[in-house]
């Protein structure tokens, strides 16, 4: 859309309000919101904001920032506010006072790795799967770990009691343009998954942003309460983001070899090569909690294995049966609590390492590594993902790769939050520690 084409748009369909969005460093959407007397400067980049109070951001001294909207991300919300005005959003990279790219702003670090790919003849296209829970809220409205169903992997009404909502959010996702391919019940209680179509890198992140927000907004209005958080329950599956991803070329996908073994070319299992060699450090920003590592533990169908396969899910990377453009990588580990413009620059990065050193995925392993012995791993050289949210930040830190791929600023501001959350999660003293200890000893 032109600059003139969304204000025609925005006084015909009554929108008084803009939000300018944009992501924190540890993916929370943040927004300014201005009134239609404010449209054109916003469209034209000239929105400023207090940077210092954004987390990873920038110092007091320093705290002067712009938003600059990208025009495409233009969408009007489905719902109205008093009085029938409507409210529009757009999608902003976030620039210096001068004009300059911030090297914090995580969307241009994302740009910057897509740009890395266009340079090397690839276009990134990535379909992600982003599961949650729906709790229900007591009287005053504070969530409960009670969820609204006893359903299971496609159960359906009456078991499913989330059907309604889950079919809401659907509709309010197709009026903001997203073109949703399956919505349905998950393994836990209270679990759902709605899968979206595949896309561009930068616009599947901006999908994944929408996407939490929407569901938030809708469970809301439901009387339920959605979370992302990777594992709110003790002893069921956790909620994971599985991203499938591919190159194309010349609108060719390069992932596909007719006549190669597998039927995946020398570039697709560099890639997964990639990913595989850097899924120690990947796995810090791919899965940011410290409740992350509580998913990812044997038993609830979680990758911890660093193998790919064709066929079964055991490993960290799967290959789906389909070929020809259909071809992809399916990579396993991913939570939704991430911050989707890093998780995607990043995981692009590690591919693309993957591709320029010629790395090679190895045999695939068919068999289920849930069952396997630990000598018949050792055989295999399946290692395992880091167990703590520590020990991926240890990772990562040594890794010059995703260093290079984030920016030291970035780099620097992620990896002192999220020490800090260690730090803290440490320090505290748990129920079960309590439950454990406090009589025995």
Not at 245 to 273: H, I, R, V
Not at 310 to 321: F, G, H, Q
Not at 342 to 369: F, H, Q, S, T, Y
Request: proline share 5%; charged share 25%; glycine share 8%.
């Amino acid at each position: 859309m032109t600059r003139d084409e969304i204000l025609r748009l925005s006084d015909a369909e009554n929108v008084r309000f803009l939000r300018l969005q944009f992501t924190d460093l540890l993916g929370v959407i943040k927004n300014v919101e201005v009134p239609r007397s404010q449209f054109e400067k916003a469209l034209d980049g000239q929105i400023m904001f207090d940077g210092s109070s954004i987390q990873g951001f920038t110092r007091i001294e320093e705290s002067d920032m712009l938003l600059v909207p990208d025009w495409e991300t233009f969408r009007i919300n489905p719902w109205t506010s008093s009085g029938g005005t409507r409210v529009a959003r757009m999608i902003c990279d976030v620039h210096l006072p001068d004009g300059a790219a911030f090297p914090g702003c995580p969307r241009l670090a994302l740009k910057r790795q897509v740009d890395r790919a266009a340079a090397l003849g690839y276009t990134m296209v990535a379909g992600p799967e982003a599961e949650f829970f729906l709790f229900q809220k007591d009287e005053e409205g504070k969530s409960l770990l009670d969820t609204h169903d006893v359903g299971g992997y496609f159960d359906l009404t009456p078991v499913d009691g989330g059907e309604e909502c889950r079919r809401d959010i659907v509709i309010v996702l197709e009026s903001m343009g997203f073109e949703v391919e399956a919505a349905h019940h998950e393994v836990a209680p209270g679990q759902h998954e709605i899968d979206f179509k595949y896309s561009e890198a930068v616009a599947c992140a901006d999908n994944v942003a929408t996407f939490r927000f929407v569901v938030k907004k809708v469970a809301l209005e439901h009387g339920l309460h959605a979370t992302f958080m990777p594992k709110p329950i003790f002893g069921v599956n956790g909620s994971g983001m599985h991203v499938h991803m591919s190159l194309l070329s010349g609108g060719e996908n390069t992932f596909f070899d007719e006549k190669a073994k597998w039927q995946l070319s020398k570039t697709a299992l560099s890639y997964m090569g990639g990913v595989l060699e850097h899924a120690n450090a990947l796995v810090a920003i791919t899965n940011p909690l410290v409740n992350s590592y509580k998913r990812l533990v044997p038993g609830f169908e979680a990758p911890t294995n660093i193998a790919w396969s064709e066929k079964n899910r055991s490993p960290l990377v799967r290959v789906p049966a389909r070929r020809g453009m259909s071809t992809r990588c399916e990579v396993r580990m991913p939570d939704p609590s991430c911050n989707p413009y890093l998780a995607l620059a990043c995981m692009l990065a590690a591919g693309l390492d993957g591709i320029e050193r010629e790395l090679d995925a190895g045999e695939p392993v068919n068999k289920n590594i849930f069952t396997m012995s630990e000598r018949e791993k050792r055989r295999l050289k399946i290692s395992q993902l880091p167990a703590d949210l520590s020990s991926a930040l240890d990772k990562l830190e040594r890794s010059k790769v995703l260093k290079e791929a984030l920016g030291d600023h970035i780099f620097d501001h992620y990896l002192a939050a999220k020490r800090q959350e260690w730090a803290d999660y440490i320090s505290h003293v748990h129920p079960w520690e309590q439950d454990r200890y406090l009589h025995e000893y």
